[in-house]
């Protein structure tokens, strides 16, 4: 049973992660740089919430305790949620957007063809249709990293002044718990040296061509999402995104 | 109506005998049902016309984003909320083909672009109303785009084959857009508790007459009808379109289990068509000269967005001219 318990974690981690990634994406709505990019931001969204929505519908099949995935969206408060720290951050400008969502996506990927191995049927299902969600994902934050990064003086700038407001937030990306350990372990999850090496290899070649310096690598820094140990921006999100069914529990939406 | 007051610059109608040689053939074509393409001549007044009137209906897609905007990152379930992002995203797609269209006629996207954030270009007063709960985003679905829909499926024949082209790809999500909004609606009058019933119709009695008021002036107070009718450019009048609307929408609140505020709407079986009361036309002119709840957060939304964003557009310009610059070394 050990391992339906690290699973139902793992679940919660990648659905959070892919729902709190999409509802920054959501705070976009009409405020992009140019009209393509609205479209791309929802349409990325999209595939995030979707994905979401696969991951939790499993997660709340295993907890088995009549909780649904639009439970464990909108009823479970901060402490319980397990979404990466990186993805909870504020949306800031066009540059603190990409880059969040290319460190995330260099990270996704590679989690998801892993997944897409998985000895899980079900995880393997979900995954190996999210992977082609997510490479279009990452070439098309890749290129806006480029493009800024490799732009003008102030996009460059700009860039640059993204790096530190994120980059701490990175060292969940790296880093296994033995929860994760031991999925790996049972072939459910892949290996996280891995990914974590793909993820590097990816950040210094797109950094390097949008002549942007790769920091060192990240500190632990005391919080720990995967705990629901969050940043402060998380609470104010989940009551903006969980206020009707808060308000209405008896509703049918 | 989504460009719903379009001047068009004619005071009064040409007949045949009027006209050059040139606007004769044009006007035959018309007449004869065929499409004007974006090489033929046309009269400038019909080529100035239609990109008032295609520009007014792309900004009306992308301020449009807005109302909806304010709940997609409040929506109740991930189903709705899926379907909501998708929504907005056709409506961004929507935006992008008519300004295509409306490039085919020789205007500048961002010149028009500009013309809506100086308030001098219009898009529809629809959107100048608040959403004010969940039930607004399925009202929105079911009476604004069912709105849309029955002047669009009509501007599918317009004259002009860029835009009726475009017509007939928006029309298709339209349609599908407004069948998710009225279940919305139906979910929470069927399976709802009763604040759930009262949201359904608060937004319809907020939104009904804001609908209504899509398809533009009433025919003796629309002096551009004639000439965009004459064009071809509308085929139906704006009053015949609201009756059609109204008369198709009414069963549909029935079914709802929901009432009309309008103490004068009854059925007229000598018209076969429903009677309704007055619009309220003094507000009608002053939503659309920007007086009306949101016109103000809505320009400065758009606004902002693009000045914020200039940087962001200029980075892209800058790394293509040194891709290519690379490229050509």
């Not at chain 1, 408060?77 to 995330?104: C, H, I, S, W």
Request: overall charge negative; some cysteine; glycine content about 6%.
């Amino acid at each position: 049973m050990n391992n339906k318990t690290d699973l139902i974690e793992y679940l919660l981690r990648l659905g959070d992660s892919a729902l709190i990634q999409g509802q920054r994406l959501c705070q976009w709505c009409g405020k992009a740089p140019a009209l393509e990019e609205e479209l791309a931001l929802m349409n990325v969204g999209l595939d995030l919430v979707g994905q979401a929505r696969n991951w939790l519908e499993y997660a709340a099949e295993l907890l088995d305790d009549g909780r649904d995935a639009d439970h464990l969206a909108f009823r479970r408060d901060e402490r319980a949620y397990r979404n990466l720290l990186l993805v909870e951050q504020p949306n800031g400008d066009f540059a603190v957007t990409m880059l969040k969502q290319f460190l995330y996506d260099a990270w996704h990927l590679p989690v998801l063809q892993g997944l897409s191995q998985s000895s899980d049927e079900r995880i393997a299902g979900i995954a190996a249709k999210a992977v082609k969600e997510a490479t279009y994902h990452l070439r098309r934050s890749g290129e806006w990293i480029e493009r800024m990064g490799d732009g003008t003086e102030e996009s460059h700038k700009r860039m640059l002044a993204a790096i530190p407001e994120v980059w701490r937030f990175t060292v969940e990306l790296i880093a296994a718990d033995d929860s994760e350990q031991r999925l790996c372990e049972a072939s459910i999850t892949p290996d996280i040296a891995s990914v974590a090496a793909q993820w590097q290899a990816k950040v210094e070649q797109i950094f390097t061509s949008a002549t942007l310096p790769v920091p060192a690598a990240p500190n632990y820094f005391y919080l720990n999402a995967r705990k629901g140990l969050h940043s402060e921006h998380l609470g104010i999100l989940l009551a903006e995104m969980q206020f009707l069914p808060r308000a209405y529990p008896d509703a049918t939406w | 109506m989504y460009a719903q007051l379009v001047e068009t610059g004619v005071k009064r109608i040409k007949d045949l005998s009027e006209m050059s040689e040139q606007e004769r053939a044009f006007q035959e074509k018309i007449d004869s049902e065929i499409k004007i393409e974006a090489k033929n001549w046309m009269p400038d007044a019909y080529r100035q016309t239609l990109i008032r009137q295609i520009s007014q209906h792309a900004h009306s897609e992308i301020v449009g984003m807005l109302p909806e905007g304010n709940w997609v990152t409040r929506a109740p379930s991930l189903k709705r909320k899926l379907q909501l992002m998708a929504k907005i995203q056709d409506e961004a797609g929507h935006g992008l083909y008519l300004y295509s269209a409306m490039e085919t006629l020789g205007a500048d996207r961002d010149e028009e672009v500009a013309k809506l954030h100086s308030g001098k270009a219009k898009y529809s007063s629809i959107f100048n109303y608040p959403t004010l709960n969940w039930a607004d985003m399925g009202a929105v679905g079911w009476l604004v785009d069912g709105a849309a829909i029955v002047n669009q499926v009509v501007l599918q024949r317009t004259s002009y084959g860029p835009y009726s082209r475009a017509m007939v790809r928006i029309c298709k999500e339209e349609s599908f857009h407004q069948r998710q909004g009225y279940e919305i609606l139906l979910t929470m009058m069927r399976h709802g508790t009763q604040a759930q019933k009262d949201m359904v119709q608060d937004a319809i009695n907020r939104l009904w007459w804001p609908s209504l008021m899509m398809f533009g002036p009433s025919d003796e107070h629309s002096p551009n009808s004639a000439q965009s009718m004459a064009w071809k450019i509308k085929r139906q009048s704006n009053d015949e379109l609201r009756q059609r609307f109204v008369d198709q929408t009414i069963p549909q609140l029935e079914l709802l289990g929901c009432t009309c505020p309008d103490p004068d709407l009854k059925w007229n079986a000598e018209r076969g068509h429903y009677d309704f009361g007055e619009i309220q036309w003094n507000e009608f002119y002053e939503v659309l000269k920007g007086n009306g709840p949101c016109n103000q957060e809505r320009v400065a939304t758009r606004r902002k967005a693009i000045e914020d964003g200039a940087w962001v557009r200029e980075a892209a310009v800058a790394h293509a001219r040194k891709k290519q610059n690379k490229n050509a070394a």
